[in-house]
């Protein structure tokens, strides 16, 4: 079976669950449209109704260089529409050109991506009234595979891994994922502080009655993370992220944040550091941490510069500045999410003083 067969499979059956009668939107771009077949056949299959939002190539960056404030903060009737009655939602992360928005006026990123915090809203709050789901996955590249330093073949190969679509049962494969992070749903549970030293870190965060989630394939794939959204002033102390992360298509890295009370007070990157400081600025929300994670996927050891991938590192943590998820307790709210990721593998994370984590292992586990 192809990736394509597989992956809408795994998605449509195992991620959302679809069922007879969802309204079900595909989102990507042109590139991908030998998965975007699939899901639609295969969701028809199941009874939804499949619905197409298809960009073309280097849409976003000729949207960037040419519309004005007003356009920019603008939101389609039909966008407010699919926000609104959508049940079931997969973004297909797929592109012929990751850096089309490098050179992009980066004010007029942070104005659209303030300006769409009102769909965001309304999906996050349809979602946890158990309106909505969502699930986001990729399609393999030229470009993407160009920025993992690897051949087509040879990135391909590792998506169909990564997601464990080489498992002779791949939803039996995300199950055991499942009970694995469920133990350390179970570690974390009930802890007041997380404490995380490593090479330029030591900072706390105060998870007071947060809940902890277990990130098992239901809404990305490929998975394999714990997260939970710390309280919104308890975060303080100095952290530096070594590996190198993408967010709307710009790269950024050795980026280090210092923060009180939650609050980023000062901010460096060694590459994209203009552009971090654009996004810190973006609301009110862009200077506080959204979400503290591990990242427990062994079939993914390095970097690609690819979120979806590179969070859930086997052997890293990552902390979102912006958005928080209400799923978790958490209130921040902002236009934007973005993660940064550390390596673990001489770092150590203690739970109420407790050491819990050493060379990128929970203890016991």
Same mark, same amino acid.
């Given at each position: ?54 960009? @073309? ?26 926000? /609104? ?65 690897? =051949?087509?073949? /040879? ?31 179970? @570690? ?7 404490? @995380? ?115 859930? @590192? ?19 709210? =902002? ?31």
């Amino acid at each position: 079976m192809s990736l394509e067969k597989k992956m809408a499979k795994l998605i449509c059956e195992y991620s959302l669950g679809l069922k007879e009668g969802d309204i079900f939107l595909v989102r990507a771009e042109t590139v991908a449209e030998p998965l975007v077949k699939e899901f639609v056949r295969h969701s028809l299959e199941m009874g939804a109704h499949p619905i197409l939002r298809v960009m @073309i190539s280097e849409q976003q960056s000729v949207f960037y260089k040419y519309a004005s404030e007003k356009q920019l903060e603008f939101i389609a009737p039909s966008v407010m529409a699919d926000a /609104e009655n959508i049940t079931a939602q997969v973004f297909i992360d797929s592109t012929d050109n990751t850096k089309q928005l490098t050179n992009c006026d980066k004010k007029k990123i942070s104005t659209y991506a303030k300006s769409m915090r009102k769909v965001r809203d309304i999906l996050m709050d349809r979602e946890q009234k158990g309106e909505f789901r969502w699930s986001l996955c990729p399609y393999p590249t030229q470009a993407m595979a160009q920025d993992a330093e690897m =051949s087509l073949d /040879e990135y391909s190969e590792f998506v169909y891994n990564a997601c464990k679509l080489n498992a002779a049962d791949p939803v039996a494969a995300w199950n055991e994922v499942d009970m694995y992070q469920k133990q350390v749903v179970d @570690i974390l549970t009930g802890t007041k502080e997380i404490h @995380i030293v490593g090479k330029n870190t030591d900072i706390t965060f105060n998870v007071t009655d947060r809940k902890w989630v277990n990130c098992n394939g239901h809404h990305n794939m490929p998975d394999g993370e714990v997260f939970t959204s710390p309280v919104e002033d308890g975060v303080n102390g100095q952290i530096y992220f070594d590996l190198p992360t993408s967010y709307m298509g710009v790269e950024a890295g050795g980026i280090t944040l210092k923060i009180e009370n939650g609050e980023i007070k000062e901010a460096s990157a060694e590459k994209g550091n203009d552009f971090l400081q654009s996004v810190l600025d973006t609301d009110e929300g862009s200077r506080l941490i959204g979400e503290i994670a591990f990242g427990l996927n062994e079939n993914i050891d390095k970097p690609t510069k690819n979120i979806l991938f590179d969070e859930k @590192i086997g052997r890293t943590i990552h902390m979102a500045v912006g958005a928080s998820y209400p799923e978790t307790g958490g209130k921040n709210k =902002s236009g934007i999410h973005w993660d940064m990721i550390k390596g673990m593998h001489d770092g150590k994370v203690y739970a109420d003083g407790k050491l819990i984590y050493s060379d990128g292992r929970f203890k016991g586990l």
